[in-house]
């Protein structure tokens, strides 16, 4: 199958790729000069475990390509996947549209023949048939279809998600187009991963719901570890208790500082938006996205608190800034308020996070210090704060934290620590909803 992929950004490019790795022929369609040619020169612009390997595996073999010449890469495509932005619109909280609609107009032009345009970017209800009718103005001759395929692959392990999905959500309505998106799909029919057809609107939903029931998940049990700090409770107990129950299941029931990321935060948002259109509000969501907000501008008290009220030229040590682990994405990244509010307090932060410092430096205010290693960031600390969870962070041995600091608060917002052990090497140990030192 010949395809195009309309973005080489996280999921243009690792669809793009993953697709080629499937067997298909595939260009990636980039406009940002920047992008294009360090994805020509082999580089790849973001962090995803295994994706260099995969791009040049597939680069090399022929099958993956990069343009910025859009007619040369539609010349005979099956289909043509649109993967660009769709962030929140300012002022608003609608998801904005603007890229998506661009790139529907200028495929509709390019276009020679017949071919299934896809929407994998996450879009409103609605948004397909809108793509219609632009297709149609820009183009009354040309015969098309178009078809959504939201993609669910979660940024650090895309790859694998991509390879083995839980599910691939497929709306489309003519035989013809399902019948080329079975075909893209092959592999993953032989490995027996569920396709789920739908029409055009209930996969656009489908995507909107799934992120708002996991954000909801996480903000429900930030809330039980609030509750947990309040009564004395412990929050990975509350969690393993009711995680074993298999109708609610043990996955995203971690607390932390709050949801962030370049997908849970403008998808809540434009899901309230597209529910308040349409008469049909969703409180839980509303509540989710209020409740997370909020969240997210406290947790900096926590640190101030736990400073003793002040860190007011004190050095705060701050090991992580991403949103998660195994990713270089800074979008809506808890660090973000938080680091923002220790610095205007008159804190000196002295940073580390093992690949998102390049993104966090455009971000975050110019006084912070980054370091070229965790522990540099531990050193002569008054205070450590861990914010994000990589896995070199969980194997520092408490006293060696604790010799290296010059004062003795820890704040572990992810909960990665053992309490006990801190409080042996001698630290102050807060972790979220679970017993203080
Ligand atoms: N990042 C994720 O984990 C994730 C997961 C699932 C779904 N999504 C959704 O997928 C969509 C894309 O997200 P992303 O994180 O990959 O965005 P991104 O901003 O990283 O990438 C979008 C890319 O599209 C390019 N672009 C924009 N207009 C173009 C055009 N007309 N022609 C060619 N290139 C163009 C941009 O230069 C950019 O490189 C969004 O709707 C997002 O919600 C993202």
Not at 215 to 241: P, Q, Y
Not at 251 to 269: A, E, R
Not at 340 to 367: K, N, T, Y
């Amino acid at each position: 199958m010949r395809i195009a992929m309309i973005g080489g950004g996280y999921v243009g490019l690792v669809s793009g790729a993953c697709f080629a790795e499937f067997g298909s022929e595939v260009t990636v369609v980039e406009t940002d000069r920047a992008k294009l040619d360090a994805l020509r020169q082999g580089h790849i612009p973001i962090y995803e475990p295994g994706l260099d390997r995969l791009v040049a595996d597939n680069t090399a073999a022929g099958r993956l390509r990069f343009d910025d010449d859009l007619a040369a890469a539609l010349d005979g495509v099956d289909a043509v996947f649109i993967a660009v932005g769709t962030p929140t619109r300012r002022g608003d909280g609608h998801a904005d549209l603007s890229y998506v609609y661009a790139a529907a107009e200028q495929v509709a032009r390019a276009l020679s023949g017949y071919a299934v345009v896809v929407t994998k970017s996450t879009v409103p209800v609605g948004t397909g048939r809108r793509i219609v009718e632009i297709m149609r103005h820009a183009r009354p001759d040309l015969a098309f279809d178009v078809a959504s395929n939201p993609e669910f692959l979660r940024e650090g392990s895309a790859i694998e998600d991509f390879m083995r999905p839980d599910r691939v959500v497929i709306g489309a309505e003519s035989e013809r187009a399902r019948e080329v998106l079975r075909r893209i799909y092959r592999p993953l029919y032989l490995i027996e991963a569920p396709i789920v057809f739908t029409g055009i609107e209930t996969a656009e939903l489908a995507k909107y719901a799934s992120n708002a029931f996991l954000a909801m998940k996480v903000t429900f049990i930030n809330e039980m570890a609030d509750l947990c700090e309040k009564v004395g409770g412990d929050v990975h107990d509350v969690a393993r208790s009711i995680g074993l129950d298999g109708r609610i299941g043990r996955k995203f029931l971690h607390p932390g500082p709050g949801f962030g990321g370049s997908c849970f935060p403008k998808d809540t948002l434009a899901l309230v938006r597209i529910a308040q259109d349409a008469g049909a509000p969703t409180r839980l969501v509303e509540s989710v996205v209020a409740v997370n907000d909020a969240r997210k501008a406290t947790m900096a008290m926590r640190v101030i608190a736990a400073c003793g009220g002040s860190v007011r030229n004190k050095v705060i040590g701050v090991l992580g800034l991403t949103f998660k682990p195994e990713t270089d994405d800074m979008r809506e990244a808890p660090a973000l308020p938080i680091v923002a509010r220790l610095v205007e307090d008159g804190a000196q932060v002295q940073a580390f996070d093992p690949q998102g410092m390049e993104q966090a430096r455009a971000l975050l205010p110019p006084s912070v210090t980054y370091c070229r290693d965790a522990m540099e960031a531990v050193a002569g600390a008054d205070a450590l704060v861990l914010l994000t969870e990589w896995n070199e962070f969980r194997a520092l041995a408490p006293a060696r934290l604790a010799a290296a600091m010059r004062g003795r608060v820890l704040v572990d917002l992810r909960n990665v620590y053992d309490p006990t052990a801190m409080r042996e090497a001698g630290l102050t140990y807060h972790g979220i909803g679970r017993p203080h030192s």
